[in-house]
């Protein structure tokens, strides 16, 4: 199973990155996806979380109004579109996939999630 992130890199304030991630080796539609980030001298955090065949979807606050996580299942990809960046949101942001379909605030445990992708950094600057 491999995870494979991709698409960060530096913007200003109020600029825009789309993540993916690319799946094999699992199906990511059996069960809950998410994205983390951890800042430096931060804990990893849960940013958002897609749960399989409902879409039901979880944001962070900190992110609400301006990330939306989707999926795309013929490609087996996740992806996170992040607008209005903000300086706070430089971080390593990591995709991870779960074998169950998780609920509640199981989604933003990250030991939940089995499969994790590499990480791929994204730096704003003011």
């Known amino acids: 199973v491999q995870l494979q992130a991709f698409g960060g890199g530096s913007v200003e304030t109020g600029g825009s990155l789309k993540l993916s991630c690319a799946a094999s080796?699992?199906?990511?539609?059996?069960?809950?996806t998410a994205w983390f980030r951890q800042a430096p001298g931060k804990e990893r955090e849960a940013v958002s979380c897609?749960?399989?065949?409902?879409?039901?979807?979880y944001y962070a606050e900190s992110v609400k109004g301006r990330f939306t996580i989707s999926r795309d299942n013929a490609e087996n990809t996740l992806y996170l579109q992040m607008n209005s960046l903000k300086p706070e949101d430089t971080a390593v942001y990591c995709c991870a996939a779960s074998r169950r379909r998780l609920v509640g605030s199981t989604q933003y445990v990250t030991a939940n999630y089995d499969y994790w992708g590499q990480g791929t950094l994204v730096t704003v600057s003011s």
């Open positions: 897609y749960r399989p065949y409902t879409g039901i979807t």
């Open positions: 080796g699992f199906t990511l539609n059996s069960g809950s």
